[in-house]
């Protein structure tokens, strides 16, 4: 995603300085020396033509240059990775970009940002930046026509092409560099387009092989939040079955220092395996609140480039950055990495509240992971800290507090909290659980039991619904906010969870608050013990997986201790918050669940939130009908079993819960169920009406090609499973049955028929 959230920052107002942090001097080819020839570069009028019918290929994006002129940047360690095609000089000038989505959703989303279906767009002007062979494709193309260079026009379009093309390279720096260092093949290359179009305005296309769905368009959003607008995003039709990368870093040590004014500085040390395709370059992301004071791969001193730039630091997530090695990484080999570095990512709320910003990203992360940790924090000792892996020893001596702490098993990450805590700690069973509660908290008596108490029965229902936990502590601690967050063997649990509902501000005292906070809250995080940390999403599209499957665990542990009527009364609140309006359609309709973050950007944390959590939970709730309680669970299973050590994908979920359906059940493959449900949008308002024998089932307020299979619940035969489709369905009375009716709003999300 790194191509195309920054670019179109650049163009949009900002720009990134880079740094580089050597051991010994630099050396030919470093990227400090090929980040200077790129933020130099300026149109080639050695390389300046004008074309006709020129077109571009990449996967499902097609781009033809009808007429126009068409100047490469200067070389970049030695390779053409830019150019910029305009239409101004030329009588009939004209460009074109297409890309048709494939798919019904992706199809949806770009009618809502472009209005059209399809993108077919006519152009003026492009800037193309490439490391794939698409220069030494192009100037073959050009030479096998009559061949006009066009040097003369060289002079008016570098007043407008240089500054844009050096503008957005700076962006690009990191992928452009890590390609030139690197020893990826042309097929594996990325192209990149800015496109001014001459009805939707400065947009961005990409084609990138690495990425499972290689195909995208998209651009920056408006004022204030300059999120990036992700149009469309899939795979090519005919490209090759994706294969995920392995997980390739192991058994991190990590030596942090937090300081009396909670600046950090951090000394971490990983294994990494390289692939031939590395070439000399290492690629890893870490906060951009921290900068790398130096770097070694097998002992010997390194070129670190990292991005330095404070628009980075405020908008919060992972900075890539790179480790240059003087010499080839090889094939296969393991490599052992140090990396120095020091920042702020600790700090204090307003209301004395210590606050980890960067929970994800404190330590060097290369995705995916799975690896051990061995923590070692030194803090002042008025301070208590808790993180991630089993507790080997702490002490306190001259003012300051060690703690030492390692996994039991390989996790995919790792995290830790800090404040000033009153701690209860216990042995419950098999595990060791403790509870830090903020001092700050008023009317607040850490020696009550009850969230320790709760906290032992959710974790012995999960374990005997599942699988226990080969991590045998698990800490609950306070963060500032009105969220939770769950790593392993650690759970930021909202400081508003901790106090009696009386206590809380007004803000929180409705009863939709109460139950998120004092019911729903803890045993969704604990769930993410197994459902996150255990079994991963593999990609956006299956996050909704991990916390729809936490929801719907902690919607059933509701519903056993507070009754079904209490599970059931959360799920209603669902269904009316997927059935808002929200610019005149509801907030279900913004996209399927398989969007995931994409919900985020393009319509804000809200409707993410409803959809993926509310909506996930209504899905699960829907296969739980079709399974059965007793195959659900055992699907749980054969998902712990199976994925504990690779991602999962939806495909995978959806083949591993066909698996468990009843026999005779409809949709054995449950294509039908996650086309409607995972893929597609549309709750559905369902009305049946009864004539002898006969009934009409209307489906209505959804889209036209929505499907759904339904149990009608027909008197002295039990359930019927009917397909309907959008509008009027006929459909028969099945023999043996007296009368039919529709299945109940807790077993389906649906909405009561107009009449």
Request: net charge negative; aromatic share 10%.
């Amino acid at each position: 995603m790194i191509w195309r959230r920054s670019v179109l920052y650049a163009l949009f107002s900002w720009f990134a300085i880079s740094q580089t942090v050597w051991g010994k001097g630099t050396s030919p080819g470093s990227g400090a020396e090929l980040a200077a020839t790129l933020h130099a570069i300026s149109l080639d009028s050695e390389q300046t033509y004008r074309v006709r019918d020129l077109r571009i290929a990449r996967g499902d994006l097609k781009l033809y240059l009808t007429e126009g002129v068409l100047s490469f940047f200067t070389p970049v360690g030695s390779r053409r990775i830019a150019a910029f095609f305009t239409t101004v000089g030329s009588d009939a000038g004209d460009a074109e970009v297409i890309l048709l989505p494939p798919q019904t959703s992706e199809r949806n989303s770009l009618a809502h940002f472009a209005k059209t279906p399809n993108l077919d767009e006519h152009f003026d002007s492009a800037l193309f930046f490439f490391t794939d062979g698409s220069a030494a494709e192009v100037l073959q193309a050009i030479e096998r026509e009559p061949v006009h260079h066009a040097p003369e026009t060289v002079q008016t379009l570098q007043q407008r092409a240089n500054g844009v093309g050096r503008s957005v390279a700076s962006q690009l720096e990191v992928p452009l560099i890590k390609a030139l260092l690197d020893k990826h093949s042309d097929e594996d290359g990325i192209f990149y387009g800015v496109i001014a179009g001459r009805r939707l305005g400065v947009f961005d296309v990409t084609y990138d092989p690495a990425q499972q769905e290689s195909n995208s368009a998209g651009r920056v959003g408006p004022a204030p939040t300059d999120e990036f607008q992700l149009w469309t995003n899939f795979r090519s039709r005919h490209a090759v079955p994706f294969l995920a990368p392995a997980a390739d870093v192991s058994r991190y040590a990590i030596e942090a220092s937090i300081q009396a004014d909670l600046s950090l500085h951090c000394a971490a040390s990983f294994d990494v395996k390289s692939s031939a395709g590395d070439g000399r370059v290492f690629e890893f992301s870490l906060s951009p609140r921290l900068r790398i004071n130096s770097a070694t791969i097998d002992g010997k001193a390194v070129e670190v480039f990292q991005r330095s730039s404070a628009r980075l630091a405020e908008l919060g997530g992972g900075d890539a950055f790179l480790l240059v090695s003087a010499e080839p990484l090889g094939q296969d080999r393991q490599h052992h990495v140090t990396i120095d570095y020091a920042g702020t990512i600790v700090r204090r709320t307003k209301f004395g509240e210590y606050f980890v910003d960067d929970r994800t990203n404190w330590y060097p992360v290369k995705d995916p992971t799975s690896a051990d940790f061995d923590l070692t924090f030194h803090l002042p000792d008025h301070l208590h800290l808790v993180s991630t892996g089993e507790l080997l020893n702490e002490s306190a001596r001259n003012g300051t507090r060690t703690i030492h702490r390692k996994t039991a098993v390989a996790v995919p990450l790792a995290g830790f909290n800090l404040g000033e805590f009153d701690v209860h700690a216990e042995r419950r069973g098999a595990y060791s659980i403790e509870v830090d509660a903020p001092i700050l908290a008023q009317n607040l008596n850490i020696s009550d039991p009850t969230l320790l108490n709760q906290t032992d029965r959710i974790l012995e229902e999960y374990s005997r619904q599942w699988t226990p936990l080969a991590a045998r502590s698990l800490a609950i601690s306070p963060i500032a906010g009105s969220f939770g967050q769950g790593f392993p063997g650690l759970i930021y649990l909202s400081s508003v969870a901790y106090l009696k509902t009386e206590d809380r501000a007004a803000a929180y005292r409705t009863r939709r608050s109460d139950d998120f906070f004092s019911e729903l809250l803890l045993p969704h995080e604990i769930a993410h013990q197994w459902w996150g940390n255990l079994v991963r999403q593999a990609d956006y599209r299956s996050a909704w997986i991990e916390e729809a499957m936490a929801n719907d665990a902690a919607l059933q542990y509701i519903g056993r201790v507070n009754g079904l009527p209490a599970r059931d009364e959360i799920l209603e609140t669902y269904r009316q918050d997927l059935e808002r309006e929200q610019d005149g359609k509801t907030i279900e309709s913004a996209g399927p669940v398989n969007f995931g973050e994409r919900l985020i950007s393009n319509y804000g944390f809200l409707t993410w939130q409803i959809v993926l959590y509310e909506k996930g939970s209504w899905i699960l709730r829907m296969l739980r009908e079709r399974l059965g309680d007793d195959n659900f669970q055992q699907m749980q299973r054969q998902l712990l079993r199976d994925y504990s050590t690779r991602p999962l994908t939806n495909e995978e979920f959806r083949q591993t819960a066909s698996r468990f359906l009843p026999a005779g059940a409809p949709d054995r493959s449950l294509d039908e169920f996650f086309d409607t449900w995972v893929y597609g949008t549309g709750v559905p308002a369902l009305r049946l009406e009864t004539s002898g024998r006969a009934m009409t089932i209307e489906v209505d307020d959804v889209p036209d090609d929505f499907m759904v299979n339904i149990p009608l619940r027909c008197k002295g035969l039990g359930a019927h499973w009917v397909k309907l489709n959008a509008g009027d369905n006929r459909v028969m009375m099945p023999r043996g049955a007296s009368s039919c009716e529709l299945p109940t709003k807790q077993e389906m999300l649906y909405t009561t028929g107009k009449r």
